[in-house]
Structure formats: structure tokens, C-alpha cells
Nanobody, 121 residues
């Protein structure tokens, strides 16, 4: 069994900051890419930021320069530092990991339960 547990969401004023965390646990052999997605009401889920096992990152254009993704491989944890938050960043943020379980020969995508981020004055 593999679980991704997110934390760190909440209500913040425009211009504020939040830090999201996502810890993967269970019978994990290797974690390849980890990332954050978000879904606003009435919109499709979109990629916010991703990071591979070597530390290479990619970001949605809308968050470049404001958000930073990082990971701690020893803790199987990925972080999303969000600065200069805007109302349009309001969404449910989901953690994603492409990982291989112990005893498996291929990898699968796993998702967290989501954490709400609301940016409002």
C-alpha cells in the first residue's frame, strides 16, 4: 500500500505565502517524478510544477518566478513553496508521484487526497 499525504494548505491574503508538503509512504522501491497539480472549480486539473529524481524542475508559466518545487529523497517528500499568491491561485492542490513499489517491475502514478488553497482578502 502506498499513500501520499499532503499538508500546508489554507487561507492566505493576496501577496502572501504558503508551503505545501507531500510525504509518500508504504512499500516504495523508487520514486521517479513528483509534482503538484491543481484544480479550480469548473476547470480541468493542471500541472503546477514537477521535479524528477535528479532535481530537474518544470513549472507552469503562470507560476514561474513565484513558486518553487523541491524534494527530499531521504524522506520521500516533495514541497511547494508558493510566494506572491494571487486570487487565481485558489484551487485544490494535489500531489502526484510516479513510483515503483517493492516487488513491481513497472511504475504507476499515485495521487494525494488534495489540499485546499484559498487566496482572498
Amino acid at each position: 500500500q502506498v499513500q501520499l499525504v499532503e499538508s500546508g494548505g489554507g487561507l492566505v491574503q493576496p501577496g502572501g505565502s504558503l508551503r505545501l508538503s507531500c510525504a509518500a509512504s508504504g512499500s516504495i522501491a523508487t520514486i521517479y517524478t513528483m509534482g503538484w497539480y491543481r484544480q479550480a472549480p469548473g476547470k480541468q486539473r493542471e500541472l503546477v510544477a514537477g521535479i524528477n529524481s535528479g532535481g530537474s524542475t518544470n513549472y507552469a508559466d503562470s507560476v514561474k518566478g513565484r513558486f518553487t518545487i523541491s524534494r527530499d529523497n531521504a524522506k520521500n517528500t516533495v514541497y511547494l513553496q508558493m510566494n506572491s499568491l494571487k486570487p487565481e491561485d485558489t484551487a485544490v492542490y494535489y500531489c502526484n508521484a510516479d513510483l515503483r513499489r517493492v516487488g513491481s517491475i513497472r511504475s504507476y502514478a499515485y495521487w494525494g487526497q488534495g489540499t485546499q488553497v484559498t487566496v482572498s482578502s
